[in-house]
């Protein structure tokens, strides 16, 4: 074949299939193959493709995706991706994922994919979240492998990720995540677990700000900023108008058979009295949910901290930027877990069950790079179409249907 008009970015692999540099092809490429040499069938950059693929199609399973393979044996000599028509059983799959890949290398590898995807030159929220896998929980055990993670709502990019060891919790990892990312122009959100001084010297020295919830461990915030806002609470129920240095912003939506109204309170009286780094402001968020017709209701209220001013967020943009945070439940954690099965996982050997996290993360983020951003919907339309799907694997820039 003819390579002479390969464009100064683009590479190809053995068996001539031309692919991007800085595409996921390529950082599969640089992934360290510690097998043997008798146990080097297939090339692991393959083999990473194929579960991508079949992942990106809408297989979760090992043994899913073995036979999505082997089902489209001539597809991948058509494209070029290997010239053999055999394809991998789904034991060198699981044998991949608990013996070849280390978790902490391969996870910096895509921490750089990732970061390399991220669109410059907008405001950038980042939700900083844990959660558990709860399918890696041995037999007679409470827990089993458990993720920490900072994730970009808008894009639906994981930036990093790091398993929590049993005797460590997410407050002695976050600050080792958050020096993984630029924060520079980003606004950092995490729930209260997370709502530490020195966290919060963290992000503003690093040129972020953030917006934190509080708890009962820091009960001296919330006792405060529960006072602040009881008054005011009461004068609005009897009709008076907001006081001075009060601001309020009231976002009611209704789907899925359902009336959400989010009332929030702000206000910057407090800043001198609590000692956190920056505070610019506190607020008091109500969540009231109507269900079948206003039949029975449920009441949430969260107190919270920022460092964003009046001027760079108001109640409205506040309310907004709080919404995004929340994404992290439904845009990464629930597709993982609902969507893409990661909690029913029986991957328990070695680090398996968080190298298939890990690309559960590249799949959600490639899929919402898509115009839809319905992860089932997408996964669908990929199977029907796989070229699509290895156009996104090959290309530096993953270009949306």
Known sequence: ?????????????????????????????????????????????????????????????????????????????????????????????????????????????????????????????????????????????????????????????????????????????????????????????????????????????????????????????RWAIEKLFVNEICNLQKGAPLSKDFQMAVKTEKRHGRLEKRTILTSSLLNDYLDWPSLAQVFRIENIIWYDQASRYTQQIRYGITSLSPVQAGPEKLLALLREYWGIESGLHYRRDVTMLEDATRLTVGESGQNMAILNNLVTGLCLSQTSKNLARTRRYFDAHPNYALQLLISSCPAIL
Not at 14 to 34: A, R
Not at 103 to 116: D, G, I, T, V
Not at 209 to 215: A, E, G
């Open 1 to 221: 074949m003819d390579y002479t008009n390969l464009k100064a970015k683009q590479e190809v692999n053995e068996c001539g299939m031309i692919y991007e540099l800085g595409s996921l092809y390529d950082y599969f490429s640089h992934v360290k193959d510690t097998r043997g040499k008798h146990g080097r069938q297939y090339p692991l950059t393959v083999l990473l493709i194929w579960m991508m693929l079949a992942k990106l199609c809408g297989e979760d399973k090992p043994s899913g995706v073995a036979e999505w393979v082997a089902h489209r044996k001539e597809l991948w000599v058509e494209y070029q991706l290997t010239d053999k028509t055999k394809t991998a059983s789904h034991m060198t799959y699981r044998r991949v994922l608990q013996d070849t890949l280390s978790a902490e290398e391969f996870e910096q590898l895509m921490k750089r994919y990732h970061q390399q995807r991220l669109t410059q030159g907008r405001e950038v929220i980042l939700s900083m979240d844990g959660k558990a896998i709860r399918g890696t929980i041995p037999h007679g055990e409470y827990r089993g492998t458990f993720l920490l993670a900072i994730y970009v709502p808008q894009q639906g990019l994981v930036l990093a990720q790091a398993s929590i060891d049993r005797k460590e919790n997410e407050i002695v990892v976050a600050p080792h995540l958050l020096r993984q990312v630029n924060l520079a122009g980003t606004i950092v959100v995490a729930d209260a677990m997370h709502t530490q001084k020195a966290m919060c010297s963290q992000v503003i020295e690093a040129g972020g700000d953030y917006i934190l919830t509080t708890k009962d461990n820091q009960a001296r915030t």
